[in-house]
């Protein structure tokens, strides 16, 4: 909900998504994912069966006060609360996010914490943000004293993975986490969302820049970064797989073993913007565009059933030529 | 899996034998990563040639990390960052070879309960991405070691495989120096119990590794004049009986490496190019890292004896 200084000043959002695999064996139900992600008791967690299995986490705030991550290096203070959330897919595919809205403008000086713990979710500044060195920074700049947002989703992660009940920690296969960083200014008003970069950057992260519709709620943005991250995270575990591994030489067992786990465990959940808000779904309309994600994905899935087939042909001829 | 690598001593050969074991399991298709924990003399930059590992790590390193100063430790990629000119291709078929340097910027160690969780926090992360997790510790009975036990005994550990390789020089101080690091007071052995491990589990989990040893029998030492080898051999014989006496036999020992020249001039990495192209390093020091690296994961050569 916007306070009524925000309608008239611009109101950014930020956040962080960050995918991996549940570190299980198998797929958890529903009940088992309400009891992982039952992050508060005096919340509930949102249990969704179509599309896919999709179960959320209720919202928990983390404290911060700390410089803001420009890109013009201007030091200005942010003081507020950052929003988490979990989310599990399928019972397999685990996300953090960690998001908060940032008025350009916040009062001159920082505010008893009263005044932040009525705004949740929200980083304040302390005076003024240049709004695109608040949009850049958050992509670009990581350093000492500026806010660390994948540390709060991190320890998301952190925390429920330390589920010694429900988690075996052993994985079908083994994959690297990924994040994205992602912040959303308002459009120009009467135009839709739309989709202004997306980027590969080093080290796993994916970078998204957006303009929402005024008066979009955050978690509709999050809602679609987090769609977008776990497909791009399902694009990037499949060509990891995928390239790693030097099919055609003769050993099928290898390749089974590559591709067993691909097809038990992630080929299902290609589902790309079923869950995402109708007046967001414009973003997903561009991506599918360029670069195509869906087009990357069924190229993939093919590549994986030609080698399935090519398995089964080798394995009979084999069969035929002892037997 | 989780490896550990200690030692009583400093300058064992702990550090610089653990890096290219870490390397080597890399290049046969594991998911590698390397933990420096040995805050106080950090090998692993230098010899996987990432010269500004230090700069960076500053704040952001493990010991950082453990500290609650910063909420993740720094990952470096090996294979992208090195300036190794043969590490600079990820062969084909090899793992990810993944850095977690430590930093001497975090102030004293807090021995609390909260880096304790930290510490398993941080392996659970890693155990989802990587097959291999080696942990460097200091030398002796550390902190880094109680950590390391303690860490080990918490619940959400409990199913990781565990390994411990302790590592020790070919000479009667080293050799008592590291049983008694393992069965000796305060040891592993003793310290791990006391915190909640099973005994036989432990010393089950645990293997020597003895480095920089004289290979008496390679062509390097024909050369020395009759009376010096056989007292060489003499003393090689009673330092089998001394391990043996103190349990650290053969059959408890995971391998060893021969001394090697390059390694004496320089903490490095021992590559095939410089034992089939370069020949600057001797074969035999590349067949026993190897050796070590197929054994390390090898369920055969571990467990109770
Ligand atoms: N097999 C070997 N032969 C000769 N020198 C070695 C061998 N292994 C290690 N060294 C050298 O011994 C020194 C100490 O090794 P290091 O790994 O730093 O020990 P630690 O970590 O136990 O303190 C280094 O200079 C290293 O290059
Ligand atoms: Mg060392």
Redesign the interface.
């Known amino acids: 909900m916007a306070t009524p200084e925000e309608t008239t000043r611009p109101v950014l959002a930020c956040g962080e998504v960050r995918t991996?695999?549940l570190?299980s064996s198998r797929a958890l139900s529903n009940k088992e994912a309400e009891l992982l992600l039952r992050l508060r008791d005096d919340d509930h967690v949102r249990v969704s069966t179509r599309p896919g299995r999709h179960v959320l986490s209720p919202e928990i705030l983390t404290g911060v006060d700390c410089r803001f991550p420009l890109a013009n290096r201007a030091k200005v203070r942010g003081v507020g609360t950052v929003a988490s959330r979990a989310a599990l897919t399928e019972g397999r595919l685990l996300q953090a996010s960690s998001y908060f809205r940032a008025p350009v403008e916040g009062p001159d000086r920082r505010q008893p914490w009263g005044y932040y713990l009525a705004r949740p979710g929200t980083l304040l500044p302390v005076g003024r943000i240049p709004e695109s060195a608040c949009l850049q920074g958050f992509l670009t700049v990581r350093e000492?004293g500026c806010l660390?947002i994948?540390?709060?989703a991190?320890?998301l992660?952190?925390r429920i993975?330390?589920h010694?009940g429900l988690l075996?920690?052993?994985?079908p296969l083994?994959?690297?986490?990924t994040k994205l960083w992602w912040t959303a200014r308002p459009a120009a008003p009467g135009e839709g969302a739309s989709l202004e970069r997306f980027t590969l950057a080093?080290?796993g992260v994916r970078t998204v820049l957006l303009r929402v519709p005024r008066g979009t709620e955050i978690t509709a943005v999050v809602g679609l970064c987090e769609d977008l991250a776990l497909h791009d995270w399902l694009l990037t575990t499949m060509v990891e797989k995928l390239d790693?591994n030097?099919f055609g030489s003769a050993d099928g067992t290898a390749t089974l073993r590559v591709l067993g786990p691909l097809v038990d465990h992630l080929l299902h959940l290609w589902m790309p913007g079923a869950r995402v808000d109708r007046t967001l779904g414009a973003v997903w309309e561009v991506i599918e565009e360029d670069p195509g994600f869906s087009r990357q994905w069924h190229t993939l899935v093919q590549r994986v059933r030609d080698q399935l087939a090519l398995q089964a042909v080798m394995s009979q001829r084999q069969a035929l030529a002892t037997g | 899996m989780l490896v550990f690598a200690a030692s009583d001593k400093g300058g064992t050969g702990r550090s610089v034998t653990s890096i290219n074991l870490a390397y080597r399991r890399a290049l046969d298709g594991d998911d590698v990563c390397y933990l420096d924990f040995d805050f106080g003399s950090p090998t692993a930059p230098a010899v996987f040639d990432i010269p500004d590992v230090a700069k960076e790590a500053k704040g952001r390193g493990l010991h950082s990390y453990l500290n609650g100063m910063t909420g993740e430790a720094l990952r470096v990629d090996v294979w992208a960052r090195t300036e190794h000119q043969v590490l600079r291709s990820r062969p084909s078929g090899a793992g990810r070879l993944v850095l977690l340097p430590g930093d001497r910027t975090g102030g004293e160690f807090v021995t609390d309960g909260a880096s304790l969780h930290r510490c398993v926090d941080l392996v659970n992360a890693l155990r989802r991405e990587f097959n291999l997790i080696v942990v460097d510790l200091s030398a002796g009975r550390s902190y880094a070691m109680e950590l390391a036990l303690s860490a080990t005994a918490q619940t959400e550990l409990r199913s990781l495989k565990t390994r411990w390789l302790v590592y020790h020089r070919w000479t009667r101080q080293h050799v008592m120096a590291a049983a008694d690091l393992v069965t000796g007071e305060r040891g592993i052995v003793s310290a791990g119990v006391s915190l909640g491990h099973d005994k036989d589990q432990l010393l089950g989990a645990i293997r020597f590794v003895r480095a920089a040893v004289p290979d008496l029998g390679s062509p390097q030492w024909s050369q020395v004049p009759p009376a010096q080898f056989a007292w060489m051999r003499q003393c090689n014989r009673e330092l089998e009986g001394i391990a043996a006496g103190l349990g650290i036999g053969r059959s408890r020992v995971l391998g060893s490496v021969p001394l090697e020249p390059v390694l004496q001039l320089q903490e490095q990495l021992i590559t095939d190019e410089d034992v089939l192209d370069s020949r600057i390093a001797n074969i035999q020091t590349w067949q026993a890292i190897g050796e070590l690296a197929e054994r390390l994961a090898d369920d055969k050569h571990w467990g109770l004896l």
């Open positions: 991996c695999l570190p000492e660390d994948g540390s709060i991190e320890a992660l952190a993975s330390r010694t075996d920690y052993d994985v083994r994959s690297a986490a080093e080290d790693d030097g």
